[in-house]
């Protein structure tokens, strides 16, 4: 935990307590359904924990406000932001079932009640957000058009879609046709895992 605190110094005990509870939460199920793999499960808080809170570093989420995290498979990046922001509410979604349930069983074990989990795919969502987070679900051609009508029309600052990805994405940005701005995460972590991880934000509309 202290790769967390020295990132994000504000962080609470309570907050880092829940962090930790996470991680042994996660560690248990991952034995039995496969959420990531190996090496990363050894790499959790480098790799999954201060990956999702990247997005942090990017947004402010206000308090009272929502967001849809879309493909969230064993909860990241979507729980340990609910952990960062107990004030916003998060909706997780997935089509594969037993990583939903895994996932409402560890947000019901660190009674994060600001969290819901449903399976379902990000098309057939009917609820309305002010944000949008994911994890390289898809190409960003593919994944925006699932998600652009899911904003609430009267939005907040800030409000679209925050997708953390990998690598080049000069060609895909260019393909998807969208206007995006591209954050480098080297520019807040030195490990070298985040030389190439990037937010990518595209703005409600």
């Not at 449903?118 to 058009?145: C, G, N, W, Y």
């Not at 972590?189 to 703005?203: G, I, L, N, R």
């Amino acid at each position: 935990m202290n790769l967390l605190q020295h990132y994000f110094p504000d962080l609470t005990a309570q907050q880092l307590k829940l962090f930790k509870q996470l991680e042994t939460e996660f560690r248990a199920t991952n034995e039995t359904i496969n959420l990531v793999s190996r090496p990363d499960m050894e790499n959790f808080t480098e790799r999954h924990l201060l990956h999702s809170l990247a997005i942090a570093k990017v947004v402010n989420f206000p308090k009272g406000s929502t967001v849809l995290d879309v493909g969230t498979g064993g909860g990241l990046p979507g729980l340990p932001l609910a952990i960062m922001f107990p004030d916003v509410q998060f909706h997780l979604v997935d089509s594969i079932g037993k990583k939903i349930r895994a996932v409402q069983f560890m947000a019901a074990a660190l009674g994060l009640d600001n969290v819901t989990a449903e399976q379902t795919r990000a098309e057939q969502v009917r609820q309305k957000f002010d944000f949008v987070i994911s994890r390289a679900v898809a190409r960003l051609a593919t994944f925006h058009p699932w998600i652009a009508r899911r904003y609430k029309p009267q939005g907040v600052p800030g409000a679209g879609l925050y997708y953390l990805k990998g690598g080049d994405l000069t060609e895909e940005i260019a393909e998807s046709g969208l206007k995006a701005k591209v954050t480098n995460l080297s520019d807040f972590f030195s490990e070298e895992f985040y030389e190439t991880k990037k937010v990518v934000f595209v703005a409600a509309k």
